[in-house]
């Protein structure tokens, strides 16, 4: 596993915040991560991204690509009529397909604007995987990484009417052994002392070959493959029964291979939230938005996430 650490591959671009208010414009850390990214020809395609905290009326806004000399290389306006909107939230259109066509090997970062000034940001690596010296398949590929290593959520799941945790994370073919098209992964909640007090189900987690996607995984208490069908859920008493630090690891079945290892604190009773996430966290332009989406409604709207970070 690249163990890829939040600002590895952050670079500073030394730009400024918006003026004083409370609270600013940022958009959204799940809609930023799960835009259109092609592994294969360096494409991004900016589609429908949501801002927190938008302005009333119509918006100013903008998204810009710029290389490790923060060098702007390409940008896009947004519609200044929202989508949709839903209390702070909105969902922004882009003016026209907004693609970046990105060939150079790099760091590079997506930066979005509201009004000229930057409120958001993602940090990307190209890497180069074939330099298309293949004379039967003369084509040059490349694939993205960056923060969807490094960062998972979680959000709240009922059973009985009970609150139980589900993570979220992204996983890609850079997660895949060598050779392999797909794979399952399985999840283990450790606490302090190394003990395993919750894991998912054998049958739970796949993924393949390709960009990182979204996935979602639920823990149980510990079972055997015969005790699968009536596995108890691992429910949010449980897992702020007692204060302290866990972990929750991610492997793939393929060879048992540590893939993501998340760091969870309990504290006050709590499952505590990244610092970045905090209202007043700086530099701003990296807050880390404690919603995502909700999923399963016919509605635009938004649930909390707890956000995580793998080593």
């Known amino acids: 596993m690249i163990r890829m650490t939040r600002y590895a591959v952050l670079v500073l671009l030394g ?43 119509e918006i100013n806004a903008a998204v810009v690509v710029t290389d490790a000399q923060n060098t702007v290389i390409k940008s896009y306006k947004f519609y200044p009529e929202p989508r949709f909107r839903d209390g702070v939230f909105a969902r922004l259109s882009e003016v026209g397909p907004a693609d970046f066509k ?23 690596m190209l890497e180069e995987t074939s330099a298309g010296d293949d004379p039967f398949d003369p084509v040059k590929t490349y694939r993205f ?31 895949l052994a060598e050779g392999e098209s797909k794979d399952m ?14 894991h998912s189900k054998e049958t739970q987690g796949v993924f393949s070959e390709g960009h990182y996607e979204q996935t979602k995984v639920s823990l149980y208490h510990p079972h055997t493959k015969r005790e699968i069908p009536n596995a108890m859920p691992y429910m949010l008493s449980d897992w702020t029964e007692t204060d302290g630090k866990y972990t929750l690891e991610i492997t793939r079945n393929a060879d048992d291979k ?33 919603r995502v989406t909700r999923k399963g409604g016919s509605t635009y709207g938004f649930v909390k996430a707890i956000w995580l970070q793998s080593e």
């Open 15 to 57: 730009l400024s915040t918006l003026a004083d208010g409370a609270p600013e414009p940022a958009f959204t850390y799940q809609s930023m991560l799960n835009t259109y990214f092609d592994d294969e020809s360096g494409l991004i395609s900016i589609r429908d991204i949501d801002l927190a905290f938008a302005p009333e009326g």
């Open 102 to 124: 990105l060939t150079e090997p790099g760091v590079y970062n997506i930066v979005y604007l509201i009004d000229g000034k930057p409120v958001s940001r993602l940090a990307v």
């Open 145 to 175: 990484l960056g923060m969807w290593q490094v960062y998972g959520y979680l959000t709240m799941n009922t059973w009985k009417d009970e609150p139980y945790p589900e993570l979220h994370f992204w996983l890609g073919g850079k997660d």
């Open 185 to 198: 992964f399985s999840a283990k909640l450790k606490n302090k002392d190394g003990e395993v007090v919750a």
């Open 258 to 290: 540590l893939i993501r290892r998340f760091h969870v604190t309990v504290k006050d009773g709590e499952i505590q939230g990244l610092g970045a996430s905090e209202m007043d966290f700086e530099p701003r332009v990296d807050y880390i938005v404690p």
